[in-house]
């Protein structure tokens, strides 16, 4: 059964340091579009980073670029986030969504909105506290 699942999350500090991990079983990620959201309590749902492997295009919103780096596992078969400089808002459910087809450019509101289109795995959540 295909599905992807997120996993990585935590308690941390302020300007701690997670790697959450995306992995897809039962289908390649090679041809895909994977994007991360995030939902805060109260919030809506927001995208976070993006990437078209098909070329290897990565985007994010703004507040986290310089912070945040996503990154494919060809041989996991898994997209990870490595989330540097956490901060308290940064505190969320972190979803990744997975997209047959290809962004290219690296265009992040194009590319989170075709994304957000397709599968979605359950969830890992992030507290950044003291």
């Known amino acids: 059964q295909a599905q992807l699942v997120e996993s990585g999350g935590g308690l941390v500090q302020p300007g701690g340091s997670l790697r959450l991990s995306c992995a897809a079983s039962g289908f390649s990620l090679d041809y895909y579009v994977i994007g991360w959201f995030r939902q805060a309590p109260g919030k809506e749902r927001e995208g976070v980073s993006c990437?078209?492997?098909?070329?290897?295009?990565?985007s994010y919103t703004a507040s986290v670029k310089g912070r945040f780096t996503i990154s494919r596992d060809s041989a996991k078969n898994t997209v990870d986030l490595q989330m540097n400089s956490l901060k308290p808002d940064d505190t969320a459910v972190y979803y990744c969504?997975?997209?047959?087809?290809?962004?290219?450019?690296?265009?992040?509101?194009?590319?989170?909105?075709?994304?957000?289109?397709?599968?979605w795995g359950q969830g890992t959540q992030v507290t950044v506290s003291s």
């Open positions: 990437i078209s492997v098909h070329d290897g295009s990565s």
């Open positions: 969504a997975a997209h047959l087809g290809a962004v290219l450019g690296g265009d992040f509101a194009l590319c989170s909105r075709f994304v957000s289109a397709g599968r």
